[in-house]
């Protein structure tokens, strides 16, 4: 039987319909993707800012009242109590009101009026591992400051200037994300797990829903191939996922304003080829599927995987080596740089082209055995 588009044209029409006409999956489609750019966008941020600060000043000298007024000044700190003793310190990191707990000794101002080291106790909250490394950072950089600015006074009262004195100067220059805010970071990494998400799911639900309800042998007993039937079940998803795309790019730009540097067919391009291998993947998870409950079980054993392992949460840099090679066969890896480097440094196909190929390798391959697998269920 030859190839006809006429009858492929008939089921995407179909299918289309067919999920188009569900309220809740409307919503599942067009509405969460929209929720979830949001929620990832801004609740779920690794920003630290807001600090809870407590105080526990032993000295009550100038000094230490500018150091604490220096804390209290920044973004990042933000000072919510004042102890008085080393019990009520433990007490106040026990009980929640504070991250970080500064201890100014005895003595503090007149060692930084005549030069002596002096020593701040910094109690840090080590519950969240990772937050504590970012308070600790802070407190350090702000410490820093302080004392600066104090050896830059003493320099100048004693007429001693900057000249006599070797001195490295450090002027930091962030590229790509100069305010450092994660949103520019995870909005990226949103738009490649919704395209994964949808396109996946959709497609396995899709085919086993018409294997549960008996219509999946009715059209196999019709005068349509097996690849007509395959892709009138894959391209219908391949284009909601790209209006899903394109509806993300522009919130990106209207709600986040992150616009993007680099080429935009290059995101689409990649995405075409990262689909390939969720919508093979999600013809896979139907041919193993009897139930679409199963369908979406079996859909999230390889979702987990794909956002743990790519990047899009944790750095690959930090996870163990064996991790950090099994993350080279997960495609959404490869797709993540992509997005990311054309949304925030605006790279090119020049220095893209590994991922791209990877990408389609993966494509291909995936899909291609997807298909056979497919057809041999059929059969």
Known sequence: MNFSFRRLRRII?????????????????F???????????????????????????????????ALTQKFDSSKEFKIVDFVANNHQVEEALQAGRAKLVLIIPKGFADDVATGRQTQIAAYIDGSDSQTARVIGGYTTGVLREYSTANIELMLNKAKQYAPRLPQLNYQPRVWYNPEMKSVRFMVPGVLAMIIMMISMILTSMGIVKEREIGTLEQLIVTPITPLELMLGKTLPYLIIAMIDLSIILIVARLGFDLPVRGSVLIIVFSAILFLMTTLGLGIFISTVSTTQQEAMLTAFFFIMPFILLSGFIFPIENMPVIFQNITLFIPMRYFLEIVRGVFLKGTGFPELWPQILALLTFGVSIITASALRFRKRLG
């Open 31 to 65: 509405v969460a993707p929209i929720f979830q750019l949001f929620l990832f966008g801004y609740a779920i941020t690794s920003d630290v800012t807001n600090i809870a600060t407590a105080i526990c000043d032993y000295d009550k000298s100038p000094a230490s009242r």
């Open 13 to 29: 029409i179909k299918e289309f319909k067919q999920t188009l006409r569900d309220k809740k999956m409307l919503g599942f489609i």
